[in-house]
């Protein structure tokens, strides 16, 4: 079992930055991949961004060129960076961990067998 706790959301104003963490415990997930996701409010729960075990990353087009997904092994966190921060990137943030097969179900939901509680991001304008 591995237990997600994400922190770090709060309210921004545009063009701000914000970094968001999710750390693990229970065991080490440096085999694991690691995906952020994000729920704005009416809407489904959407990949953001996406950190292979093997350190391979994906970005969604939204997103592409201002976040960044890292990962610290040594201390079982990963990071999104969000930088030039936009009222449409508000919304509930989630981490998950798990062993997408096939890889391609790395950008849904399913793909991911443990997920934190979420942390909200503001994006005020």
């Known amino acids: 079992q591995v237990q997600l706790v994400e922190s770090g959301g709060g309210l921004v104003q545009a063009g701000g930055s914000l970094r968001l963490s999710c750390a693990a415990s229970g065991r080490t997930f440096d085999a694991y991949t690691v995906g952020w996701f994000r729920q704005a409010p009416g809407k489904e729960r959407i990949v953001a961004a996406i950190?292979?075990?093997?350190?391979?990353?994906y970005y969604a087009d939204s997103v592409k060129g201002r976040f960044t997904i890292s990962r610290d092994n040594a201390k079982n966190t990963v990071y999104l960076q969000m930088n030039s921060l936009k009222p449409e990137d508000t919304a509930v943030y989630y981490c998950?961990?798990?062993?997408?097969?096939?890889?391609?179900?790395?950008?849904?939901?399913?793909?991911?067998?443990?997920w934190g509680q979420g942390t909200q991001v503001t994006v005020s304008s």
């Open positions: 998950a961990a798990g062993s997408p097969k096939p890889p391609t179900t790395a950008r849904l939901q399913q793909g991911y067998d443990y």
């Open positions: 950190n292979w075990s093997g350190g391979s990353t």
